[in-house]
């Protein structure tokens, strides 16, 4: 490649070389050069690694030393994207294989495929088995396969693709077979065994650095009025750029309009919009155009934007996967970031809905399907375990994946706030008693809202028409507060003195008599404090933030030129370091952490500029 020879002449450059050249970085983080030492001798790995950690360098830094091309397979071509115009920005020739390109723009590819232009090439994995694709391959060497989102390959994860499953006939199908790496950032055991058998991996090394990210701050608040809570969150984060993601795309499209009547720059992505339009959208929110999107999960995966400070969940997720998956595009960039869930009763039926009511997979048989829902109801459980916690967030999440955490962070919703344990063992025996009685009366067992709402001594027609206003617990607990009953009720399930059915009832279990009759008493921790949000904000002094607004614009300028996302050109995290130090030559820029020779000389003279300009005219 042109670049390389430029860079570091004949001699084929080291890992380190390429690591500050390129990135701009030091040393590699934690994990990054133990799988790129094993790429590099010939050994297939498993990188599981958290958003943000560093995931292409593993692949890229070997794909630059190896003789021949890298295959990376991804599933969107927002992903494939953005990852190529970041090879670009630092002088590396990537091409990208997708829905996206026009007839003549994909011959063009196929033919620099053929003359060995590039190093690396993405290709979306339905697009593996076309024969332009397979023909301009056959005049190269492929010696690597890197599978990003691998967990996309188990029908066990949260973004289970079919098309995913023929990547190991792709690979057969090769002359000789070339290292095969897969990465993720959330696997759970069962995943993380279903990606190393469904690509056929030979005695793969694994790394798993940990999934916990420091820099993001956890909480779940409980809001009576949710969208007048949500205008609250974002006056205070109207200079920040988030994500708000919601269960339905009618409440996208309401959100989105409430947003935009009260002036906020935003924009609204779901899979009923026209691919132009969502394509629109998602360039608005890439570029900085709009400050904060409103989207259904069908935005993200692969979303490279790095200086997301918030996402906020209007609505609750089906699992932790997809929840950890969607707060983790927060704080990219290593900076402080916010992930906040807005949680009510209605999102546990709206995630109900989607398990009953599956969209269809004509690849999967009756059986596997049923295996899935059955996986999926799971989840979903595990998710109203974080959801009703009283203990750190943070921890919930990592004991989740497997992973030892200490009992405080100091840095979510939880450990953030004051609470006092209270007995609520008399709650608690009515609410079981409740739920016994009910069972004699019908025959059957009847969800937590009835229960709730009997002891209560609520109204309700379907309560009424049941006969449940009848039995001995109707009203036992009308003078607590519907929410703390149900509360009481969520906790009962969480520690397993209830359990949810199939048929969304909730039954006693075996450890319900101990409560039930008296011989063990039961405590809650309950708040005894109003709840907090965090809001994170960068510490800096005035003349720092009007140079990292001065830096912004002219970084808005290049990218404008080279055609490429602000973020993709130089990082927040960056720029504010840029902004804090100041640096007045090329020597002093390059120590700044994550700019390399390539982007210093494109770029550097720009922002030299900028600083030179802003500093003559605070002395005028």
């Known amino acids: 490649m042109i670049i390389l020879e430029t860079l570091f002449g004949s001699k084929a450059p080291d890992k380190y070389e390429l690591l500050r050249n390129y990135y701009g970085h030091m040393s590699f983080r934690q994990g990054q050069e133990a799988l790129i030492d094993n790429i590099m001798a010939g050994n297939d790995a498993v990188g599981i690694m958290p958003t943000g950690g560093g995931k292409s360098v593993c692949y890229q830094i070997p794909a630059l030393m190896m003789d021949g091309i890298t295959i990376v397979v991804s599933p969107l071509v927002s992903l494939m994207n953005d990852q190529v115009a970041a090879l670009k920005t630092m002088g590396i020739r990537g091409a990208y294989i997708n829905s ?60 289970f693709r079919p098309s995913y499953l023929r990547i190991s006939e792709f690979i057969d199908f090769l002359p000789e077979r070339p290292v095969v790496a897969a990465f993720t950032a959330t696997a759970t055991d069962e995943v993380r065994n279903d990606i190393i058998r469904l690509l056929k ?84 929110f890439q570029y900085d155009r709009k400050r904060v999107m409103v989207a259904t999960n069908a935005f993200g995966m692969g979303i490279d934007k790095s200086n997301v400070s918030y996402v906020i969940h209007y609505n609750m997720p089906k699992s932790i996967e997809a929840y950890y998956q969607e707060a983790g595009r927060a704080g990219r960039d290593g900076e402080e970031a916010e992930c906040i869930m807005m949680f009510s009763k209605r999102d546990v039926q709206i995630a109900e809905y989607f398990i009953e009511n599956p969209e269809e997979n004509e690849e999967l048989t009756e059986e596997q399907q049923e295996a899935v829902k059955q996986m999926n109801i799971k989840r979903l459980h595990a998710m109203l375990g974080y959801v009703g916690t009283r203990d750190c967030f943070r921890g919930k999440l990592l004991e989740y994946f497997g992973e030892k955490h200490p009992p405080f962070c100091g840095k979510c919703g939880n450990c953030g706030t004051d609470f006092k344990e209270q007995d609520i063992t008399k709650e608690a025996q009515m609410l079981l008693s409740c739920v016994k009685r009910a069972h004699t009366l019908l025959g059957y067992y009847v969800g937590e809202n009835l229960i709730v709402n009997t002891v209560f001594g609520s109204r309700l027609s379907r309560l009424k028409e049941l006969g449940l206003d009848t039995i001995t617990t109707y009203a036992v607990g009308k003078n607590y507060p519907l929410e703390y009953l149900r509360e009481v009720c969520d906790y009962l399930i969480s520690l397993g003195y209830l359990k949810v059915n199939e048929h969304k009832g909730i039954e006693l279990t075996e450890k319900s008599g101990t409560v039930l009759f008296g011989k063990k008493k039961l405590n809650m921790k309950v708040r005894a404090d109003t709840k907090r949000v965090i809001h994170v904000t960068r510490e800096s002094t005035a003349n720092t933030k009007n140079m990292f607004e001065v830096l912004r614009q002219a970084r808005f300028n290049l990218s404008l030129k080279e055609h490429v996302p602000a973020y993709i050109i130089l990082t927040d995290a960056v720029l504010n370091e840029i902004a804090i130090k100041e640096p007045q030559n090329m020597d002093e820029l390059l120590q700044i952490p994550g700019i390399g020779k390539t982007k210093a000389n494109k770029y550097g003279k720009a922002f030299l500029d900028a600083i030179k300009t802003a500093k003559e005219n605070q002395k005028s």
């Open 100 to 159: 996206s390109l026009t007839f003549p723009q994909l011959l063009k590819v196929y033919d620099r495929m053929k003359t060995g232009e590039y190093r690396i090439i993405y290709v979306a994995p339905e697009r593996l088995a076309s024969e332009g694709f397979l023909a301009a391959l056959s005049y190269q060497k492929v010696s690597m396969v890197a599978v990003d989102e691998a967990h996309c390959i188990s029908q066990w994860g949260n973004d």
């Open 201 to 284: 991996l030979k005695d793969p090394h694994v790394e798993i650095t940990g999934y916990d990210r420091k820099n993001l701050y956890f909480d779940v608040i409980r809001p009576k009025n949710k969208l007048k809570e949500l205008f609250s969150l974002l006056n205070e984060r109207r200079d920040k750029s988030g994500i708000i993601y919601c269960s339905t795309r009618k409440s996208v499209e309401e959100i989105a309009a409430a947003l935009e009547a009260r002036g906020y720059a935003s924009t609204c992505y779901h899979a009923g919009m026209e691919q132009e339009e969502r394509q629109r959208n998602q360039d608005d």
